[in-house]
């Protein structure tokens, strides 16, 4: 888990890890910028062929493990930093190509020894905690290493292909339709490219309002289905998939999505079909709060709240 914005002095803003399922941590690494302070982490990723083998990025640098994120070496790529958002190729042969984000997109096929910078100005800001990008608002072809997709600008959709050498060509793919009765742009943006196993590649993609799906990449804006609607609250945040989902939409959908928004966490099991809302887990965003003295008794809260399903 990477962590940032920390009020404690000093701020323990790093990477933390979890051998025991998530019920206790350690904090791992972290990036001490030139002024002694210690930076905000943005995006983590592991290598799906070989988990032993991760990155992550900050403000200053990018971090690179062998040991399945135990130990942590920095990398310090080019410039213009910085480099909040990171991503992880693999091709049929050869080891994964790394990618970091930030105002341009770095890449590197030699564990973060050397980069390339792309000049293209991707101007990306930090991630948000509340409107803005999403740590995974960059992410790889999963065939296909030297393809990258970058979501941004509440709907903005590209696709950057790199050559054997020289600058990536981007194109601007059709983005999910825009403005559903009820939603703003309240969340973040992100987008996964997902394959299961024998099946049609997805994209899921979030414009800051809702969450689409799409076979393949979009032709059109009508390549998109809505996942999210129904009592699943919008303003999403991110989003993680079994490596065996499948869409409802696709053929025989399996595995497991969960979506993070304003409401909390949502679960489906039959490809976004229907979902479930997380047992025990809110999210309250409290705007104001008044107290009641009563006499010879307890006090009276009354708590006032945004959109929340509070």
């Given at each position: 888990a990477t962590t940032g914005r920390d009020s404690r002095v000093p701020a323990k803003n790093g990477i933390y890890r979890s051998t025991d399922g998530a019920r206790t941590w350690a904090l791992v690494h972290q990036f001490q910028r030139a002024n002694g302070a210690f930076a905000t982490v943005g995006g983590v990723a592991f290598d799906q062929v070989s988990p032993s083998f991760a990155v992550a990025g900050s403000q200053e640098a990018v971090a690179v493990s062998i040991d399945g994120g135990a130990k942590w070496t920095n990398r310090t790529p080019p410039a213009p930093g910085p480099y909040w958002y990171v991503?992880?190729?693999?091709?049929?042969?050869?080891?994964p190509t790394l990618y970091a984000a930030g105002a341009r997109l770095l890449r590197s096929t030699n564990l973060g020894a050397t980069w390339t910078v792309d000049p293209f100005d991707l101007a990306l800001g930090s991630p948000a905690d509340g409107l803005g990008s999403c740590v995974q608002t960059l992410c790889v072809h999963p065939d296909h290493p030297a393809v990258v997709y970058v979501s941004r600008n509440a709907g903005e959709f590209l696709r950057a292909t790199f050559p054997a050498s020289g600058a990536a060509t981007w194109v601007s793919l059709p983005a999910p339709p825009v403005g559903a009765p009820g939603t703003t742009a309240s969340g973040t943006d992100y987008?996964?490219?997902?394959?299961?196993?024998?099946?049609?590649?997805?994209?899921?993609?979030?414009?800051?309002?809702?969450?689409?799906?799409?076979?393949?990449?979009?032709?059109?804006?009508?390549?998109?289905?809505?996942?999210d609607g129904g009592d699943v609250h919008v303003d999403p945040h991110g989003i993680a998939v079994t490596t065996n989902f499948r869409w409802?939409?696709?053929?025989?959908?399996?595995?497991?999505?969960?979506?993070?928004?304003?409401?909390?966490?949502?679960?489906?099991?039959?490809?976004?079909?229907?979902?479930?809302?997380?047992?025990?887990?809110?999210?309250?965003?409290?705007?104001?709060?008044?107290?009641?003295?009563?006499?010879?008794?307890?006090?009276?809260?009354?708590?006032q709240m945004g959109d929340n399903n509070g």
């Open positions: 991503a992880l190729g693999r091709g049929p042969t050869g080891g987008v996964l490219a997902h394959r299961p196993r024998g099946g049609p590649l997805h994209f899921i993609f979030s414009d800051r309002r809702t969450v689409h799906v799409c076979l393949g990449e979009p032709s059109s804006v009508g390549s998109w289905t809505r996942i409802s939409g696709a053929d025989r959908p399996t595995g497991r999505i969960v979506m993070v928004n304003d409401g909390g966490a949502v679960t489906s099991t039959d490809g976004a079909a229907s979902w479930t809302f997380a047992a025990g887990l809110a999210t309250l965003g409290l705007v104001n709060v008044a107290v009641q003295p009563r006499r010879g008794q307890p006090p009276a809260l009354t708590i």
